[in-house]
Structures are given as C-alpha cells and as structure tokens.
Nanobody, 124 residues
Framework: VQLQASGGGLVQAGDSLRLSCATS????????VAWFRQAPGKEREFVSA????????YYADSVKGRFTISRENAKNTVYLQMSSLKPEDTAVYYC??????????????????WGQGTQVTVSS
C-alpha cells in the first residue's frame, strides 16, 4: 500500500489547512488510517485516527476540537482538516494505514504502511 500525503504548507496562527492521504490501493476502505506528526527534535506523536468501519474517530488531546479526520472511500482518500492552527502544530505530518484492533489505533506500531510526510509550518 503506497500512501501519498499532501496539503501541507506555511500558514499563520489561526489559519486552516486540509491534509490529504491518497492511495491507489483498491482495498483502502478496509484499513484503519491515522495521522501522526513529528516536530524537530521530538518523537513522532499520534494526531488522529479513523477506523475502517467508520463510526468513532480518535484525536490527541492537543488537537481535539480543532482537527477533524474523515475518509472518502470512493476516492481512496483520508483527510485531516486542521483549524485554529497554532505554532506548536508545526511538524511533518505522516499518514499511515494498517489493520489492527481499535485499542491499538493510537500506536504507531499498529500501522504497516506510511506516507512520505508533508510539512506544516505555523508562524506566530
């Protein structure tokens, strides 16, 4: 499964961005998909996840209420709508896909496939 993350850029605090994670994999709808991010000098951290079965979505506390994850299976694409961006959101954002139990969705080890990352920079 090859994932292509896009949509990053340089924005000001308070602005919005929408990241996309696309694939040509026809079975993409059967994968759980997540976004992680890594800031310079920091560990990669969980941002958000959406299970293959839809229903509940998952967010890190730091982005809850500001970010929204969604998927459009007909387009084999998962989106991360980011609003009210803060300088501390600056990072490389990675999308990932995998098949795991729901209890593992926040763990990077639950995902076998990763995109190349897209840079998000938020200036103050």
């Amino acid at each position: 499964v090859q994932l292509q993350a896009s949509g990053g850029g340089l924005v000001q605090a308070g602005d919005s961005l929408r990241l996309s994670c696309a694939t040509s994999e026809r079975t993409f709808s059967t994968y759980n998909v997540a976004w992680f991010r890594q800031a310079p000098g920091k560990e990669r951290e969980f941002v958000s996840a959406i299970p293959w079965s839809r229903g509940y979505t998952y967010y890190a506390d730091s982005v809850k209420g500001r970010f929204t994850i969604s998927r459009e299976n007909a387009k084999n694409t998962v989106y991360l709508q980011m609003s009210s961006l803060k300088p501390e959101d600056t990072a490389v954002y990675y999308c990932a896909a995998g098949r795991s139990v729901l209890s593992m969705l926040r763990a990077s080890t639950a995902y076998a496939y990763w995109g190349q990352g897209t840079q998000v920079t938020v200036s103050s």
